[in-house]
């Protein structure tokens, strides 16, 4: 997938914020995000668990792009390219029998 790189709605450096508080104010302000805008993240280590909980959480909804990949300091982007209820977002769970709507 090729990335497109964007004004970014919000730039956190996540370096002054307490490591308890970080993935809520993440998640929040991407919540907040319209399609096509953008979050950019600065860290002092790899956030990659983070990614995997974007992968767990919004699936289908957003692009990562590794801006600065270290070791000093790590920049991500992260676009929202679909909302939550496009049927693109959350592919995981959109087979028939999931969500128990079709089975009697």
Same mark, same amino acid.
């Given at each position: 997938? =090729?990335? =497109?790189?964007?004004?970014?709605?919000?730039?956190?450096?996540?370096? =002054?914020?307490?490591?308890?508080?970080?993935?809520?104010?993440?998640?929040?302000?991407?919540?907040?995000?319209? =399609?096509?805008?953008a979050l950019q993240l600065v860290?002092?280590?790899?956030?990659?668990?983070?990614?995997?909980?974007?992968?767990?959480?919004?699936?289908?909804?957003?692009?990562?792009?590794?801006?600065?990949?270290?070791?000093?300091?790590?920049?991500?982007?992260?676009?929202?390219?679909?909302?939550?209820?496009?049927?693109?977002?959350?592919?995981?769970?959109?087979?028939?029998?999931?969500?128990?709507n079709c089975c009697g």
């Amino acid at each position: 997938m =090729t990335a =497109t790189l964007i004004q970014p709605t919000h730039v956190l450096d996540l370096r =002054t914020i307490p490591p308890r508080e970080r993935h809520a104010l993440i998640f929040g302000r991407f919540d907040g995000l319209a =399609t096509g805008q953008a979050l950019q993240l600065v860290n002092d280590h790899n956030p990659q668990p983070l990614h995997y909980q974007f992968e767990d959480r919004s699936l289908g909804q957003f692009e990562w792009t590794v801006l600065e990949g270290g070791p000093q300091v790590w920049r991500i982007q992260i676009t929202r390219i679909a909302d939550a209820t496009s049927p693109k977002a959350g592919a995981r769970g959109d087979s028939c029998c999931s969500g128990g709507n079709c089975c009697g």
